[in-house]
């Protein structure tokens, strides 16, 4: 059996202040603003377990003490005369749900209840950008079901918050950050901040006068059910490989997987340039690895995928990825002004909807498969290589995407494709053709001309 209930709790910060949003909030105000009804899709759940023996009244105060420690958290968005706006309220109430959960089932409970709690979108006029529920088990708290805004948090600020509410719970928190979002909008506007806003812009002008327009032939952008569709794909050969590739290069095992994406689309495209956006966490110091905010955005990545063989291609990438983080950081609109022009320059053609996102915490993986990483010795472990679906989507605001998220002992990537442009039945071939890629060059360099797709 399980009973709700709701508690209220009040906060009181320390400031209250309206601002332009940061570069970061407006590169996902765009996508959220284009999803509308669909932008929960953008929502970040978590679970925590709660320590034993904590009460509800430890769990209130925890709760208060984290919207009050971080502006963003009780935040509210709108557009105005005067742009794009971020208003942080001083004083306000959460109101959230506790489920009493008495068949031993706690954890289960708090899954489904975070999955109803992920599957609102945000009012962002009026509602601040977290929402939670309490579980308990037989009486006792046990776990908070979390969910946030993407407008208000990014990946990196959601492990801080975990991190900070474990600590209040535990009562063993550090100072409050210092650096808050309207801070960082100050920052963005004047000074360094605006030098190194120009910078970017101008690598973004430099980058798209050298690639091609167009990867796809163009298609309409109507939307239908179950167009896009995300598969993934769980390779403990391709984690061998990737590991063995990142030691020969000196590089990063991220890269060796941006550098296959990049090879595998344009094997895929035909083209021998190929653009990419990444996903740039864009947290360079202390102050900014503190801070509660959505500071991630998009860096424009270019390689050439043409000549050579893969490790070249990786080499490549580690300085062309270096250079596109470096200038990641940058005023969304002034971008969307270079890329105005572009398209004017290029007919009315652009096209970059192709991404790849390195969401792991860690670059290595710490219970590797104890293989070697030859061709006998992968072999065996392709065939416990997994493919499965992961989801379905009408519309979407990319055409080729992919991501990576952390296990210890292989690769989980994922590939979500407008099956206008790659068929649904040829999804899984790309995504197997990632692996192939890595497993033929762990042993040795293969040569680029060799990846290539029978149509």
């Keep these: 059996m399980e009973s709700l209930d709701t508690r209220t709790v009040t906060y009181r910060g320390a400031r209250t202040g309206t601002a332009p949003m940061t570069w970061g909030q407006r590169a996902i105000w765009k996508s959220i603003r284009w999803l509308d009804e669909g932008a929960h899709y953008f929502n970040i759940r978590r679970t925590v377990e709660l320590p034993p023996g904590r009460t509800l009244g430890q769990v209130d105060a925890a709760l208060t003490a984290l919207l009050e420690r971080h502006e963003a958290l009780r935040t509210t968005f709108h557009e105005s005369a005067d742009g794009w706006q971020q208003h942080v309220t001083g004083t306000g109430t959460l109101v959230y749900a506790v489920l009493d959960s008495t068949a031993g089932d706690a954890a289960g409970a708090a899954a489904r209840i975070g999955e109803q709690l992920v599957a609102r979108t945000f009012r962002h006029t009026e509602e601040i950008p977290f929402r939670c529920a309490l579980v308990l088990d037989d009486g006792r708290p046990a776990h908070l079901a979390l969910v946030f805004s993407h407008l208000g948090v990014d990946f990196w600020a959601v492990r801080e918050l975990e991190r900070d509410l474990r600590e209040l719970l535990a009562g063993t928190e550090q100072p409050a950050p210092d650096w808050q979002p309207l801070d960082q909008a100050g920052y963005e506007s004047e000074g360094e901040g ?149 398209r004017e320059r290029n007919g009315g053609v652009l096209q970059l909807g192709h991404f790849f996102n390195d969401k792991r915490m860690h670059d290595r993986w710490e219970d590797l498969p104890d293989v070697p990483a030859t061709p006998d010795g992968l072999a065996p472990l392709t065939e416990k290589t997994r493919i499965f679906h992961v989801g379905d989507w009408e519309r979407q605001d990319a055409l080729f995407f992919v991501h990576t998220t952390y296990a210890p002992d292989t690769v989980l990537l994922y590939l979500m494709a407008d099956t206008e442009l790659i068929p649904r039945q040829d999804v899984e071939r790309v995504l197997r053709a990632f692996e192939a890629l890595l497993v033929a060059g762990a042993a040795e360099p293969v040569e680029l001309a060799a990846v290539t797709f029978a149509r």
């Design 194 to 342: 605006a030098q190194r806003g120009a910078a970017a812009v101008e690598h973004w002008r430099r980058t798209l006068e050298k690639v091609p327009p167009a990867l796809f032939p163009p298609v309409d952008d109507r939307g239908r059910p179950e167009r896009f569709v995300r598969l993934g794909m769980d390779s403990p050969a391709a984690a061998v490989a990737a590991t063995a590739i990142a030691k020969r290069c000196q590089v990063s095992t991220g890269t060796v997987l941006l550098a296959a994406t990049a090879v595998v689309l344009g094997a895929w495209t035909g083209h021998p340039t190929v653009p990419l956006q990444l996903i740039a966490v864009n947290r360079h110091d202390d102050r900014s690895r503190r801070l509660v905010a959505a500071m991630a955005e998009n860096a424009l990545f270019s390689l050439d995928v043409g000549d050579g063989t893969f490790d070249q291609a990786v080499k490549r990438a580690f300085l062309s990825g270096m250079n596109a983080y470096r200038h990641a950081h940058y005023d969304p609109i002034a971008v969307d002004e270079v890329l105005d022009a572009a």
